[in-house]
T-cell receptor
Framework: DAKTTQPPSMDCAEGRAANLPCNHS???????VYWYRQIHSQGPQYIIH???NNETNEMASLIITEDRKSSTLILPHATLRDTAVYYC??????????????FGQGTTLQVKP | NAGVTQTPKFQVLKTGQSMTLQCAQD?????MYWYRQDPGMGLRLIYY???????DKGEVPNGYNVSRLNKREFSLRLESAAPSQTSVYFC???????????????FGPGTRLTVL
């Protein structure tokens, strides 16, 4: 599975969009980009995933560059409850993979009033 | 629907003691996982069970054993606890990787273990 690089920390004002970057320059053609977050002391929570097209769900949007070497998770209107560590994970999906997730150190997002 | 449950929530052990961490899921998932998280670090995979009856080592399996008791339950055992095993332990489950293109994992609330 490809390695990812994320900034260790970011701040965002409440109500503004939070844009969290992730570099995955060694990503392979069959590897998906996943985002999870971990609110303090809780288990991680799935946010979104994508292969090459941009994706949106009720929690966030995922923008993947055309060369797939980087992506951005967007929380459109950040709230104080979005303060968490955000993990970008790249892995192969489907029957050839056992489902393991390899977590890095993530980005600590602090949403401020 | 409780999701993934873990017991106990907290535990303090002395070096050399043994204990078993319990995990159960009620989502009829085939795959289950055990992770550990040390302070300021991301999660690291200890063991996983892709389906009932199978278990495999993850990144950091030394000092641990697992049992997939049935489809619902996946336990983690420390035979002789060491201070280096002080950590927060998370259990997770997911649907069969053969049935879906992606693999959303659902995590339990964690067990906070201190080994003195």
């Amino acid at each position: 599975d490809a390695k990812t690089t994320q900034p260790p920390s970011m701040d965002c004002a409440e109500g503004r969009a939070a844009n969290l970057p992730c570099n995955h320059s060694t990503i392979s053609g069959n590897e998906y980009v996943y985002w999870y977050r971990q609110i303090h002391s809780q288990g991680p929570q799935y946010i979104i995933h994508g292969l090459k097209n941009n994706e949106t769900n009720e929690m966030a949007s995922l923008i993947i560059t055309e060369d797939r070497k980087s992506s951005t998770l967007i929380l459109p209107h950040a709230t104080l409850r979005d303060t968490a560590v955000y993990y970008c994970i790249v892995r192969v999906a489907g029957s050839s993979n056992t489902g393991k997730l390899i977590f890095g150190q993530g980005t600590t997002l602090q949403v401020k009033p | 629907n409780a999701g993934v449950t873990q017991t106990p929530k907290f535990q303090v052990l002395k070096t050399g003691q043994s204990m078993t961490l319990q995990c159960a899921q009620d989502m009829n998932h085939n795959s289950m996982y055990w992770y550990r998280q040390d302070p300021g670090m991301g999660l690291r995979l200890i063991y996983y069970s892709a389906s009932e009856g199978t278990t495999d080592k993850g990144e950091v399996p030394n000092g641990y054993n697992v049992s997939r008791l049935n489809k619902r339950e996946f336990s983690l055992r420390l035979e002789s606890a060491a201070p280096s095993q002080t950590s927060v332990y998370f259990c997770a489950s997911s649907e069969s990787f053969r049935d879906r293109l992606y693999n959303e994992q659902f995590f339990g609330p964690g067990t906070r273990l201190t080994v003195l």
